[in-house]
């Protein structure tokens, strides 16, 4: 084999192993030649939205986020895993939301219905009313006077008090009037056979005896008779 034979054989093969090369060069052209309009296009769309934040966008304040962004690395990973830990908390409440949702709703008309919003508006009204009439210091006063009223209604809450109301109710309806007359002496005598009157009369010293605590301290004596007893006492 000469020296040109060999010369060309080596060449042979230095142009095999050059030729993929060759094609990945070529490839790589065709790519940039295809990809050349494209990027002609993106880069006039960047400019045309560029321009409309143009009047709101300073480059300074772009590189300052940029700098915050990583100065502030750890903050925003703690807050993107928050905001994952929301969202997968919204994931799981969903379905109990779309069944309470409508039960809520249910409940609110059935409300609305029953007239009980109705009742609230009313009763801010008359809040409101009460606060043009009268200033804090005439609450107040009606707040206590109101405590004292809530004391009276515990001892009316006892059986006895409340049948006594009841029964005290109940008399005007049983009483006639228009049919009543007038009572002399002699009429008096006779009704004192009455068995009626006799009970009337019974309950009538009853009450006397009772309405006697009212005078003084509440047992039956004045302030002044008890002050006497004390004195009288060695």
Do not use: C, W
């Not at 804090?136 to 809530?150: E, M, W, Y």
């Not at 309405?211 to 008890?226: A, F, P, T």
Request: net charge negative; hydrophobic share 45%; charged share 30%.
């Amino acid at each position: 084999m000469t020296n040109e034979e060999l010369i060309l054989m080596k060449l042979e093969n230095i142009e095999s192993q050059i030729e993929p090369f060759i094609k990945i060069t070529k490839s790589i052209t065709e790519l940039k030649d295809d990809l050349i309009p494209l990027q002609n296009i993106a880069f006039q769309a960047m400019i045309n939205e560029l321009q409309e934040i143009e009047a709101g966008f300073q480059l300074e304040d772009f590189l300052a986020l940029i700098k915050q962004t990583l100065r502030n690395t750890n903050e925003l990973i703690f807050a993107i895993k928050q905001l994952s830990s929301i969202i997968e908390f919204v994931r799981d409440l969903e379905p109990l939301l779309r069944s309470a949702v409508p039960q809520m709703i249910h409940y609110l008309d059935q409300l609305e219905q029953q007239g009980v919003f109705r009742v609230i508006k009313s009763t801010l009204d008359v809040r409101a009313k009460v606060a043009e009439a009268y200033d804090a210091d005439d609450i107040d006063i009606i707040g206590d006077v109101f405590v004292d009223l809530l004391g009276i209604a515990k001892k009316l809450s006892d059986p006895k008090a409340k049948a006594f109301i009841e029964k005290a109710a109940s008399l005007p309806a049983n009483i006639d009037l228009e049919n009543s007359k007038k009572a002399g002496f002699f009429n008096l005598l006779s009704a004192g056979f009455s068995d009626e009157l006799k009970e009337g009369l019974g309950v009538m010293m009853e009450l006397t005896k009772a309405m006697g605590k009212l005078k003084g301290n509440g047992n039956g004596v004045s302030e002044n008779k008890e002050e006497d007893l004390l004195e009288e006492r060695p």
